[in-house]
């Protein structure tokens, strides 16, 4: 709601000495007037808004929280003012659920002195305000959505910008598994046959499946193997009630093929040396590893005992697992991927909680990290279309204009977009093991 600062100016009676002097300066002319008129009366300052729609009650309460005084720091730590304009948080709940954060945008919205609006903590929620705040020209920049559709549009063959006023400050989940793949491609060569071993929890079958994905993306030929060390002994399969498939059914044209499942000696037992054994008699130019660093580490070991030189890859987590002790000399070459140009994996800096605590504020949370970014990629964008404008409405649309050019460092690594208003994934950074340490490679 927008506040009248205007004061009500006291009367007083003129003596006949004053109303002469009053004459007197009339008779300087206008000029002198308006000096006297702007040193009595200050131009009130220039406010411009950041608007704040999270949860603050129920099971996202703490996230929303988060979120709220993240940007609130970064605000605070900016000193409250960019290009000649004081800068101040609005917050408004929005419940997590799409009626309520509607509500809350149209109100954001309606004032005149918001530049830009932070929430969106679900895919529904996104969704909904997208259209509501893209009406009003307002930004809109979310630090958790990662739904392509809300960038790209409904339909991933001819993707389209839905709403040039969002932004996506979350860092995408599968860049990981697209920087794996890269590498796949770069080790194997151009349609190179690749494995990928799952270790076999729910994890390391997503991360297989992205990686597969990306891979087939890439034109690489890519087979499966199946990691079950734990796997119990089979009993005898019942037999197909159903007889031999029909050679006459014609096959599924659509799409891409399905990655090839390769089942070693002694499967479905499998373990390790049948996982390896069948990767290798599928003459696999890379081996990728989808799995825990101890699974790793146990390839790893297998494939040195083989004797079999291969090009071995694993997520970045294999950095922080304890994988070199654990496969002592196999470990030397292998290499791991991450995400982002700091070696990271889009991981807050350690220090963003203690400055919220310091600070009287609440931890960061989940979102936290990515929600300061986003408060100062709008500062930065602020910077930039506020200066020159006679009021926020007014500078909106330049607004959203400088947002796409913003190119800072951030709490989650560098924050930049691309021309779907993602955050742009940075150069992935390769980690391989070098006499008994991990070292940057690219």
Same mark, same amino acid.
């Given at each position: 709601?927008?506040?009248?600062?205007?004061?009500?100016?006291?009367?007083?009676?003129?003596?006949?000495?004053?109303?002469?002097?009053?004459?007197?300066?009339?008779?300087?002319?206008?000029?002198?007037?308006?000096?006297?008129?702007?040193?009595?009366?200050?131009?009130?300052?220039?406010?411009?808004?950041?608007?704040?729609?999270?949860?603050?009650?129920?099971?996202?309460?703490?996230?929303?929280?988060?979120?709220?005084?993240?940007?609130?720091?970064?605000?605070?730590?900016?000193?409250?003012?960019?290009?000649?304009?004081?800068?101040?948080?609005?917050?408004?709940?929005?419940?997590?659920?799409?009626?309520?954060?509607?509500?809350?945008?149209?109100?954001?919205?309606?004032?005149?002195?918001?530049?830009?609006?932070?929430?969106?903590?679900?895919?529904?929620?996104?969704?909904?305000?997208?259209?509501?705040?893209?009406?009003?020209?307002?930004?809109?920049?979310?630090?958790?959505?990662?739904?392509?559709?809300?960038?790209?549009?409904?339909?991933?063959?001819?993707?389209?910008?839905?709403?040039?006023?969002?932004?996506?400050?979350?860092?995408?989940?599968?860049?990981?598994?697209?920087?794996?793949?890269?590498?796949?491609?770069?080790?194997?060569?151009?349609?190179?046959?690749?494995?990928?071993?799952?270790?076999? &929890?729910?994890?390391? @079958?997503?991360?297989? !499946? /992205?990686? $597969?994905?990306? =891979?087939? #993306?890439? %034109? +690489? *030929?890519?087979?499966?193997?199946?990691?079950?060390?734990?796997?119990?002994?089979?009993?005898?399969?019942?037999?197909?009630?159903?007889?031999?498939?029909?050679?006459?059914?014609?096959?599924?044209?659509?799409?891409?093929?399905?990655?090839?499942?390769?089942?070693?000696?002694?499967?479905?037992?499998?373990?390790?040396?049948?996982?390896?054994?069948?990767?290798?008699?599928?003459?696999?130019?890379?081996?990728?590893?989808?799995?825990?660093?101890?699974?790793?580490?146990?390839?790893?070991?297998?494939?040195?005992?083989?004797?079999?030189?291969?090009?071995?890859?694993?997520?970045?987590?294999?950095?922080?697992?304890?994988?070199?002790?654990?496969?002592?000399?196999?470990?030397?070459?292998?290499?791991?991927?991450?995400?982002?140009? &700091?070696?990271?994996? @889009?991981?807050?800096? !350690? /220090?963003? $909680?203690?400055? =919220?605590? #310091?600070? %009287? +504020? *609440?931890?960061?949370?989940?979102?936290?990290?990515?929600?300061?970014?986003?408060?100062?990629?709008?500062?930065?964008?602020?910077?930039?279309?506020?200066?020159?404008?006679?009021?926020?409405?007014?500078?909106?649309?330049?607004?959203?204009?400088?947002?796409?050019?913003?190119?800072?460092?951030?709490?989650?690594?560098?924050?930049?977009?691309?021309?779907?208003?993602?955050?742009?994934?940075?150069?992935?950074?390769?980690?391989?093991?070098?006499?008994?340490?991990?070292?940057?490679?690219?």
């Amino acid at each position: 709601m927008l506040h009248d600062h205007r004061r009500p100016v006291p009367t007083r009676v003129l003596t006949a000495p004053a109303i002469v002097t009053g004459i007197a300066v009339l008779a300087t002319g206008c000029s002198t007037m308006g000096d006297l008129a702007a040193s009595r009366q200050p131009e009130e300052p220039r406010v411009a808004v950041i608007g704040v729609a999270v949860p603050l009650d129920g099971a996202q309460a703490a996230a929303g929280a988060g979120v709220r005084d993240a940007v609130r720091l970064a605000v605070d730590e900016a000193g409250r003012e960019v290009g000649g304009w004081s800068v101040e948080t609005a917050v408004l709940e929005d419940r997590g659920q799409p009626g309520p954060a509607i509500e809350a945008v149209t109100e954001l919205g309606a004032d005149r002195r918001v530049v830009a609006v932070i929430g969106g903590l679900s895919a529904p929620v996104v969704r909904a305000v997208q259209p509501v705040l893209d009406a009003a020209d307002v930004l809109f920049l979310s630090p958790a959505d990662t739904d392509p559709a809300h960038t790209r549009g409904a339909d991933p063959a001819t993707p389209v910008r839905p709403y040039p006023t969002y932004f996506s400050v979350a860092t995408a989940g599968t860049s990981e598994a697209a920087a794996g793949a890269a590498h796949l491609e770069r080790t194997g060569g151009e349609g190179a046959r690749v494995a990928i071993l799952d270790g076999g &929890t729910p994890e390391d @079958a997503a991360l297989r !499946s /992205d990686v $597969a994905r990306e =891979a087939g #993306a890439r %034109g +690489l *030929d890519v087979v499966t193997v199946p990691l079950r060390p734990e796997a119990p002994e089979p009993s005898a399969p019942p037999a197909d009630p159903t007889g031999p498939a029909d050679p006459t059914e014609p096959a599924d044209p659509t799409g891409p093929a399905e990655p090839t499942e390769l089942a070693g000696p002694g499967e479905p037992q499998g373990g390790p040396e049948a996982a390896v054994a069948a990767a290798r008699a599928a003459d696999v130019a890379a081996v990728y590893v989808a799995a825990g660093s101890d699974t790793v580490a146990s390839v790893a070991r297998t494939v040195a005992s083989a004797g079999w030189v291969v090009p071995l890859v694993g997520p970045g987590a294999l950095r922080e697992g304890g994988f070199i002790e654990a496969a002592g000399p196999a470990a030397e070459s292998v290499v791991a991927t991450t995400s982002t140009a &700091t070696g990271a994996t @889009a991981e807050p800096s !350690s /220090d963003l $909680a203690a400055r =919220a605590s #310091a600070a %009287g +504020l *609440d931890d960061p949370g989940p979102f936290g990290a990515a929600a300061y970014d986003a408060a100062t990629a709008v500062l930065d964008a602020m910077s930039r279309c506020l200066p020159a404008a006679d009021s926020v409405v007014d500078a909106r649309e330049g607004c959203v204009a400088e947002m796409s050019q913003v190119s800072i460092p951030g709490e989650t690594g560098p924050v930049a977009f691309t021309e779907y208003g993602e955050r742009a994934a940075p150069a992935p950074v390769l980690w391989q093991v070098r006499a008994g340490t991990w070292v940057p490679v690219g």
